[in-house]
């Protein structure tokens, strides 16, 4: 059974930056996993932020940013906006199967 | 402008069987593999199922295989999942989700939630 960690919360100020990780129980988290990163705030769907590590989608705003960072993808706020108070969860690919990790919540304060 | 809507969700008794159908529009249907993910109340998203654009490659988490079934008409570009022998670990709320090569899960519906109880 895989396993995806996630830091359960974070707590950034207003203009901060914030990196939240996605760790492998299998492993060092590579490229070929193709970490996708999701947001999702209280009573909404999800929305995609980032796929193959690093690749914003068209909506995506630019303070936000994927990487591998130290074996684990890494997706990274830079001057976070009140609106940016969420919940975020990474996806990883196995095989043919993908697993969400448990969720960051991050709260803006 | 893209749309996918989810419908048939409801009130289930354990070990009984529910079909969920997702309505797409605004896109090429045929073009996208299509995904079904689950979220319990209050608790994190789970992957489910997904299907590629013909319906001849499948896959599920392990947590659902041998109970549900993914699959799709192209032709009434919708989607479906099959439910049977639910138990109460089924219930959530259930999204269906686009992707196209490697641009997961990149459009979601707003979900129809399923519960299972006696």
């Known amino acids: 059974q895989t396993v995806v960690t996630q830091e359960p919360s974070l707590t950034v100020s207003p203009g901060g930056t914030v990196t939240l990780t996605c760790a492998s129980s299998?492993?060092?988290?590579?490229?070929?996993?193709?970490p996708n990163w999701f947001q999702q705030k209280p009573g909404q769907a999800p929305r995609a932020l980032i796929y193959?590590?690093?690749e914003r989608h068209s909506w995506t705003p630019a303070r936000f940013s994927g990487s591998l960072l130290g074996g684990k993808a890494a997706l990274t706020l830079s001057g976070v906006q009140p609106e940016d108070e969420a919940e975020y969860y990474c996806?990883?690919?196995?095989?043919?199967?993908?697993?969400f990790g448990g969720g960051t919540k991050l709260t803006v304060l | 402008e893209v749309q996918l809507v989810e419908s048939g969700g409801g009130s289930m008794q354990p070990g009984g069987s529910l079909r969920l159908s997702c309505a797409a529009s605004?896109?090429?249907?045929?073009?996208?593999?299509m995904h079904w993910v689950r979220q319990a109340p209050g608790r994190g998203l789970v992957w489910v199922a997904r299907?590629?654009?013909?319906?001849?490659?499948?896959a599920y988490a392990d947590s659902v295989k041998g109970r549900f079934t993914i699959s799709r008409d192209n032709a009434k570009s919708t989607l479906y999942l099959q439910m049977n022998s639910l138990t109460a670990e089924d219930t959530a709320v259930y999204y269906c989700?686009?992707?196209?090569?490697?641009?997961?899960?990149?459009?979601w519906g707003q979900g129809t939630l399923v519960t299972v109880s006696s």
């Open positions: 996806l990883l690919f196995y095989d043919t199967t993908w697993v």
């Open positions: 299907i590629d654009t013909a319906g001849g490659s499948k």
């Open positions: 605004g896109f090429t249907f045929s073009s996208y593999w």
């Open positions: 193959s590590t690093t």
């Open positions: 299998t492993g060092a988290v590579t490229s070929g996993d193709f």
């Open positions: 989700a686009r992707t196209r090569d490697w641009e997961l899960l990149s459009a």
